[in-house]
Structures are given as structure tokens and as C-alpha cells.
């Protein structure tokens, strides 16, 4: 190896295992995100086995020439500014690609080992960086939803126009439609009513499963089952700009869909529901250790009400999803007032 390449090599190492320290620091302090610091720390962890490997610490040393590096008294304005917290997690990422970029082009120079297995971590960077930024993308999107009830067709469309409106007028913050008895031709036509009423009143329309659906009616987004098309199929229909929230049952799942790119996760089934029958039960175990490791907006699913909803919050959740409690109420709108009150006052 000559030593204008170990250099290129030693520096491009550096700027990206820096980047990803920056990086990590973010998720671990301003997002509190277990998870994600975890993937960051790791991808730091094996550029360091790679450098390692490759260009061990007495070849890099005897190859860098700080003092006769042109590169270090050049600089730009916009280098020494940054406006939040969040720029200067991006400034890292875009660093800690371009990096893995060099290191993989120069390194085949050295070794075609070394580019494939740079190649595979900028893949992995950029993982890191989608993540990043649709938690909190959607973070601020949802800042504001705390409830989400899940509404089915009704006897007729008049009733379902109706609890929809006293739901919106309640403050409810998201609305999903769920029913799997309607046909398509129905199901579309209660999803654009549904578009067209809680069009700029705050509350977001969320069809159940089907994309198509969603995207037909324009609506604010999409929920998906473990079982459904993934996250990417669905923005293909959705597009780019459309909540996709996806159901989950274990960390593995949570994982998952945060790497996918899911927008909101729901978590459980936490307590036994009147809608929907489940073999298994993820519980207030699963709450805690998701609302410990994960960032990404969660909503408690599954048989939570008024009555458990303080077990809910002091699990860590923040957000809930429920169906029967607040539907088959006798007043739904005070129903779905009454929780959003408790959230307000656990939080």
C-alpha cells in the first residue's frame, strides 16, 4: 500500500467512526433511543474491526501527516454553523457516508475485502439515517395524537358519519377505519367520508390494512399487521408523505419496523379485547421495554380503557388505540374525553 492511500484510508476512518460517536450521542441524549444508539454503536464498533483488519493503528500512524494535510486549513462558513441538534446529527450521517464511500473505493486498492465490507456499512448508515429521521419526522407529526380509536362501518353510513363527528368534536386525535365485512366499493366510500370529514380539523385518518384503500381516499395514512404488505410496498401506494403505522408484539417486531421505516408502532395486544381475539398476550412487560427502547411514536393496543389506562402509563406508554371503549359507550364522545384526559394527566 502506498502512503498517499493509507492516508486517504486513515483519514476517511477517522471522519467516519467521529461521525458515528456524533451520532450516537444524538440518539442517546436528545432522542433517548435505545435502540437506535445500539445500531449506531455498533456500526462504529465494526468500522473499528474493519480498521482494524485492514490498516492496523502503527501503519496508519506511520502514513498520517497532520501538519502536511492541505485539508486541514480548508473550511466553509456553513461547517462552522449548525441551528439544532438534528443538523448536526445529519452534517455526521452525510460525513459518515461519504467516508465509508472513500474507504470503500480506495480500499479496493488494498484489498477488494475491504470495499465490499465498507459497501455493506455505508448500506448500514444510510438504514441509520432513515430511521433517524422518520422518528422524527413523525415525532413532530404526532406530537399532538395521544388517542386513536378504531371505528368500523356502522349499521349504515349515516351512523358511522355520525360517531366519526362526535369523535373529531371530542379531540380525538386519529381516527382509524377497521372493518372487515364491508366490500371494497363500501369500504372506500365510508374511507373518502372519512377523508372529507376530519379534513383540517386536527384529527388524522388512518385506513386499517389496505393501502390501496388509503391511497384512493387520500387519506393520512395506513395501519398494517405483522402479516400485511411491509412498509416499503405500502408507501409505493401511499406515497412518500403518508403515515404507516405498523403493529407489533415483541421487540424483535419493534425493532424491525424502525429499521423498515414505520412511522407509529402499535404495541401489544396489552389486555384482553371485545374486538379482537388474540392467542397470545405481549402485556405491560412489552409496553415497558418498548417505551424503554424505542423513540419512535407507540400507541398501546388491546383491550385498554378508562379503568386500566393508569397501568398503561406507568408501563411508559404515552399514546393509546382502543376500539370498544370508546365505540360501544353509550356517549363515545365523552368516553373518548374522559381518556384523553387521563393522557393528558399522566403525562
Not at 413523525?138 to 360517531?163: K, N, P, Y
Not at 403518508?242 to 407509529?264: F, I, K
Not at 389486555?271 to 424503554?292: H, I, M
Not at 398503561?312 to 368516553?335: F, K, N, W, Y
Request: hydrophobic share 40%.
Amino acid at each position: 500500500m502506498d502512503a498517499a492511500t493509507a492516508r486517504i484510508l486513515d483519514a476517511s476512518l477517522n471522519r467516519a467512526a467521529e461521525g458515528l460517536r456524533v451520532v450516537e450521542d444524538y440518539t442517546r441524549f436528545v432522542l433517548g433511543d435505545a435502540h437506535l444508539s445500539g445500531l449506531a454503536k455498533g456500526l462504529r464498533h465494526d468500522l473499528s474491526q474493519l480498521g482494524q483488519t485492514h490498516l492496523p493503528g502503527e501503519r496508519r500512524h506511520a502514513a498520517r501527516d497532520t501538519p502536511g494535510d492541505v485539508g486541514t486549513r480548508i473550511d466553509t462558513e456553513s461547517e462552522r454553523r449548525r441551528g439544532s441538534a438534528w443538523e448536526v446529527c445529519a452534517a455526521s450521517l452525510k460525513r459518515v457516508e461519504q467516508s465509508l464511500r472513500s474507504i470503500e473505493e480506495y480500499g479496493k486498492l488494498v484489498d477488494p475485502r475491504l470495499g465490499a465490507e465498507a459497501e455493506r456499512l455505508r448500506y448500514q448508515a444510510y438504514t441509520l439515517e432513515k430511521a433517524i429521521d422518520t422518528g422524527r419526522v413523525c415525532s413532530q407529526r404526532l406530537a399532538g395524537v395521544r388517542l386513536c380509536v378504531l371505528i368500523d362501518g356502522q349499521s349504515d353510513e349515516d351512523g358511522f358519519l355520525g360517531l366519526a363527528r362526535s369523535l373529531v368534536d371530542a379531540g380525538v386525535g386519529m381516527l382509524q377505519l377497521r372493518d372487515k365485512s364491508l366490500a371494497d366499493r363500501d369500504l372506500a366510500r365510508h374511507a373518502r367520508a372519512l377523508v372529507e370529514l376530519t379534513r383540517g380539523s386536527g384529527t388524522l385518518a388512518i385506513i386499517n390494512d389496505r393501502a390501496d384503500i388509503a391511497a384512493a381516499s387520500g387519506a393520512d395514512g395506513v395501519h398494517l399487521g405483522l402479516d400485511d404488505l411491509s412498509v416499503y410496498d405500502a408507501r409505493r401506494s401511499v406515497g412518500l408523505d403518508a403515515l404507516v403505522g405498523v403493529s407489533t408484539h415483541n421487540l424483535d417486531d419493534a425493532r424491525r419496523a424502525v429499521r423498515d421505516g414505520a412511522s407509529y408502532l402499535g404495541a401489544g395486544p396489552t389486555f384482553v379485547s371485545r374486538t379482537k381475539r388474540f392467542d397470545e398476550f405481549a402485556g405491560l412487560d412489552y409496553l415497558r421495554a418498548v417505551s424503554a427502547e424505542v423513540s419512535l411514536p407507540t400507541f398501546a393496543i388491546g383491550g385498554v380503557d378508562a379503568e386500566n389506562l393508569p397501568q398503561v402509563l406507568d408501563a411508559g406508554a404515552t399514546r393509546i388505540a382502543v376500539a370498544s371503549a370508546v365505540t360501544a359507550a353509550a356517549d363515545p364522545g365523552a368516553a373518548a374525553r374522559e381518556l384523553i384526559a387521563g393522557l393528558a394527566a399522566g403525562n
